[in-house]
T-cell receptor, first 113, second 112 residues
Framework: ETGVTQSPTHLIKTRGQQVTLRCSSQ?????VSWYQQALGQGPQFIFQ???????GRGNFPPRFSGLQFPNYSSELNVNALELDDSALYLC????????????FGPGTRLTVL | QKEVEQNSGPLSVPEGAIASLNCTYS??????FFWYRQYSGKSPELIMF????GDKEDGRFTAQLNKASQYVSLLIRDSQPSDSATYLC????????????FGTGTRLQVFP
């Protein structure tokens, strides 16, 4: 167990809806990164939050947005859901920003119908 | 061109053998490399990281990095059926603002 938690575990939404996913980082970690993992693919970087500020973003449209709170927990929000958004959403906690050792939570499986 | 490439497998090895997993990367600026293990339906678990050329050993695992050839590998000695999983290679530059790039993973099957 990494000490990183995510909620909910599973979620089913319909096209056009909005979703919020949550992540609690490991104790002592100030950085959270979010990834999208489609079936059979490696995780794709969405963005990273360091001390409540966005610290880098991948090739995802603006309808993917995030937030980090003073306790370093984080949210991922996705607006106007599309079928292709169906995936496993992973958050990873790390001691510092950048590409250092990242520890993943269990993930949220999102299905968009 | 994918930035981090892995053979999707499956790589099948008998129990007790050495499993060799390989990864190549295209960004010469990449400095940090990570190997994650992912069991089916689970999230990735960090196994090892390597920053310097050469070998790094941790128990049954050895990571190898060759920056000139842009090549990273993971050796698993005395493979066990419990090692059967997908192994993800990831790399990134050593900046504070860079992102981690993952390969698609290699599926390893260890048979008794």
């Amino acid at each position: 167990e990494t000490g990183v938690t995510q909620s909910p575990t599973h979620l089913i939404k319909t096209r056009g809806q909005q979703v919020t996913l949550r992540c609690s980082s490991q104790s002592g970690h100030n950085t959270v990164s979010w990834y999208q993992q489609a079936l059979g693919q490696g995780p794709q970087f969405i963005f990273q939050y360091y001390r409540e500020e966005e610290n880098g973003r991948g090739n995802f449209p603006p309808r993917f947005s995030g937030l980090q709170f003073p306790n370093y927990s984080s949210e991922l929000n996705v607006n106007a859901l599309e079928l292709d958004d169906s995936a496993l959403y992973l958050c990873a906690s790390s001691l510092d920003r950048g590409v250092g050792e990242q520890f993943f939570g269990p993930g949220t499986r999102l299905t968009v119908l | 061109q994918k930035e981090v490439e892995q053979n999707s497998g499956p790589l099948s090895v008998p129990e007790g053998a050495i499993a060799s997993l390989n990864c190549t990367y295209s960004d010469r600026g990449s400095q940090s490399f990570f190997w994650y293990r992912q069991y089916s339906g689970k999230s990735p678990e960090l196994i090892m990281f390597i920053y310097s050329n050469g070998d790094k050993e941790d128990g049954r695992f050895t990571a190898q990095l060759n920056k000139a050839s842009q090549y990273v590998s993971l050796l698993i000695r005395d493979s066990q059926p419990s090692d059967s999983a997908t192994y993800l290679c990831a790399g990134g530059r050593d900046y504070n603002t860079d992102k981690l790039i993952f390969g698609t993973g290699t599926r390893l099957q260890v048979f008794p």
